[in-house]
């Protein structure tokens, strides 16, 4: 079992539930990918032992060539949830992360050509490096929390949740009427526009809004 890490102190240890990842939530990372938006999130998992923290490396799986490294806000459950309303969403939330969605690009393509799943290409180990968590008392609202990713010192990606396609609110309220929501889940809210490859001794650095960071390397 794998537990948070939290940049204040915190009594409990929380183990990392089910990983929820969004898609296309950014239109501009949806038309540099060449697809469009939806009217509605849609959403896949990632499993719990793909998570890395600061300090740690990404491992390039024998099965891929191409890693593509994508910067998104996590948004931490601390309380059990169905059918939630869009007007208590933010009660669910224990905090925030700054994580990335290590995907190997050239299996996910090969995948969706023939039409078959991809989560494989989205779950190898080391695929989902996460920070410390933020507990929601420090952040006014998620709504509006800039993010950025530099590699080797050059800033590759850079964003602002005001960009999401849909609030937070609504992005909660929505998978909880997929799925019950439980304490420890965490929910990655997508990227935008600017992901590209990883190699071998790069070295990521990932920030949330000056609160927090996330350092990593590639193996």
Partial sequence: MIYYSFQDTYEEMVPIGKIICLIRSYRKHAEEMGSDPTDSPLFFLKPASAVIFSGDSIVIPPQSHCLHHE?????????????????????????????????????????????LPWSIAKGFDTFAPLSEVVLKERISTPNDLDFSLEINGVLRQKGNTRFLLWSIERIISDISDCMTLEPGDLILTGTPEGVGKLQKGDSLRAELSHLVELSVDVA
Avoid: F
């Fill in 71 to 115: 910067i998104e806000v996590g948004v931490v459950v601390g309380k059990r949830g169905k059918n939630i309303p869009r007007t208590s969403a933010l009660d669910h939330i224990l905090g925030y992360v700054i994580g990335l969605d290590i995907t190997a690009r050239d299996i996910q393509d090969e995948a969706k050509k023939h039409g």
